[in-house]
T-cell receptor, first 111, second 117 residues
Framework: AQSVTQPDIHITVSEGASLELRCNYS??????LFWYVQSPGQGLQLLLK??????LVQGIKGFEAEFKRSQSSFNLRKPSVHWSDAAEYFC?????????FGAGTRLTVKP | GAVVSQHPSRVICKSGTSVKIECRSL??????MFWYRQFPKQSLMLMAT?????????EQGVEKDKFLINHASLTLSTLTVTSAHPEDSSFYIC?????????????FGPGTRLLVL
């Protein structure tokens, strides 16, 4: 069965600093990979997704993620974090209608 | 594009009453809709998957008689929590996907906060 691991429960970065959120997946074939962001009391907003092709995927709000098959990873990055990026971030893997989420990483941004 | 709405955003009800939550895809036809439950500071737990015109498929451990799902059209699915009890208090989120390329992509609604007194 497919699974998703987000090793970091909580990350704190200073505003303007770079960010990397880790995501590892377990699946027999190449899955479809997603990053979602959730602000408190809100639903999930799709940041970016990988289906095929270029392994470096650009998303909204200046985020990007890189699919590394050899490491079964799909880490999310942003070169300069803004205070408004503080939220919960979920990595997800899907096959067909089956989407599995990681436990989430809470991002705190220091002034 | 790919906007999903939910109504109501918040609901408070008395124990024993039923509550209906609506999920709508506003600018696309949703061949499949999903209902999730999220506890505080936790990830999403899939409750059920529904296809338009078909019975919903429930995840193991989810009571189908308690959480009634109807997907009557390609833009609307409803979740009815019947005889609600305080332990049903939670954040319920729906999502929708559409047929076609990258159909595995799910677009999420803003969620509904249910409080059962």
């Amino acid at each position: 069965a497919q699974s998703v691991t987000q090793p970091d429960i909580h990350i704190t970065v200073s505003e303007g600093a770079s960010l990397e959120l880790r995501c590892n997946y377990s699946y027999g074939a190449t899955p479809y990979l997603f990053w979602y962001v959730q602000s408190p009391g809100q639903g999930l907003q799709l940041l970016l997704k990988y289906f095929s092709g270029d392994t470096l995927v650009q998303g909204i709000k200046g985020f990007e993620a890189e699919f590394k098959r050899s490491q079964s990873s799909f880490n999310l990055r942003k070169p300069s974090v803004h205070w408004s990026d503080a939220a919960e971030y979920f990595c997800a893997v899907a096959t067909g209608n089956d989407m599995r989420f990681g436990a989430g990483t809470r991002l705190t941004v220091k002034p | 594009g790919a906007v999903v709405s939910q109504h109501p955003s918040r609901v408070i009800c008395k124990s024993g009453t039923s509550v209906k939550i609506e999920c709508r895809s506003l600018d696309f036809q949703a061949t499949t809709m999903f209902w999730y439950r999220q506890f505080p500071k936790q990830s999403l737990m899939l409750m059920a998957t529904s296809n338009e015109g078909s019975k919903a498929t429930y995840e193991q451990g989810v009571e189908k008689d308690k959480f009634l799902i109807n997907h009557a059209s390609l833009t609307l699915s409803t979740l009815t929590v019947t005889s609600a009890h305080p332990e049903d208090s939670s954040f319920y989120i729906c999502s929708a996907s559409q047929w076609g390329p990258q159909q595995e992509t799910q677009y999420f609604g803003p969620g509904t906060r249910l409080l059962v007194l």
